[in-house]
């Protein structure tokens, strides 16, 4: 076999090349490890900045304020990348195409991704509920705390956190139980067959009168809904805004049984008093409501 040797001219010149390239290529190197760290600071403290000052301006809506913060640290970002490829010497016309061509692979295989951020635009957009709103959405239910590009954060009522997609959200039936101004709550009374319909009617209404958790518009409203051998079954309507209706709902039957023997004697002596969700095919529901 011939015997390798290596030529003394040519090590100087590979070192000569290597020497040439760190020195040109590792400061290079060097400026860009530093533009990418203080970008990342920055981006970070100037994300912060904006979500503190759209936390006190007025005029932003804090459904918007995360997301406004995280626009601007993306963009910082993404500056700060293109500034130090551009430092290595990476061309970012070049650059773009590659990273045009890479985003559609990763979007063919993040498509459960892309959907919830179009989702969460989509929910900004059209606004079907806001921070602080109480929403329930086919199993999820929850007071919202923040409205995210990908995920939206909610709390339930008994205190657990919630970290929702908003492609969950946006693709199912909502119900926000806090955008309007009123809810209504709907009780039957069963009072004894011989008892005075006026009578039983002017307690009930004074009653809601006289709560301050009962909306004054629309008014309260008392239906004879049946009148058989077992009893007469009358009906109390009143509106409440959404921050009373739950302690209304559960006070307002013990309120109207002890308004009725109190007030009527054993004439009115309530027989049943039931809470009821009026069914979507009852008139009621297309002559009175509480305007938003």
Request: no cysteine; charged share 20%.
């Amino acid at each position: 076999m011939e015997e390798l040797t290596l030529n003394p001219q040519h090590l100087d010149r590979v070192a000569d090349l290597a020497w040439s390239w760190a020195a040109t290529f590792l400061p290079r190197l060097v400026v860009a490890g530093i533009i990418l760290a203080i970008g990342l600071l920055v981006a970070r403290w100037v994300s912060r900045a904006v979500y503190d000052i759209s936390r006190r301006t007025k005029h932003i809506d804090p459904t918007l304020q995360p997301i406004l913060a995280s626009l601007t640290r993306y963009a910082i970002l993404i500056l700060v990348l293109i500034a130090a490829l551009s430092q290595v010497g990476i061309q970012t016309a070049s650059l773009l195409a590659v990273v045009g061509a890479a985003g559609l692979a990763i979007g063919l295989a993040l498509q459960g991704t892309l959907s919830n951020m179009a989702a969460g635009l989509m929910l900004l957009w059209l606004r079907p509920f806001r921070v602080g709103d109480f929403i329930e959405v086919e199993g999820l239910a929850g007071t919202v705390h923040e409205i995210g590009l990908f995920a939206s954060r909610l709390q339930t009522f008994d205190g657990i956190y919630l970290f929702a997609p908003n492609s969950a959200i946006w693709n199912k039936a909502l119900k926000n139980h806090t955008r309007d101004a009123g809810r209504l709550v709907s009780i039957d009374v069963t009072v004894p067959s011989q008892a005075e319909i006026d009578t039983a009617r002017d307690i009930l209404i004074r009653m809601a009168k006289g709560n301050e958790r009962v909306l004054r518009t629309p008014q309260p409203r008392v239906y004879v809904e049946s009148l058989t051998e077992a009893g007469l079954l009358l009906n109390l309507r009143v509106w409440a805004s959404h921050e009373h209706v739950g302690e209304l709902q559960r006070m307002i039957v013990e309120q109207a049984k002890r308004e009725l023997e109190t007030s009527g004697g054993e004439s009115l002596r309530p027989q049943q008093v039931v809470r009821v969700i009026p069914p979507d095919s009852d008139p009621f529901r297309l002559l009175t409501s509480a305007q938003p």
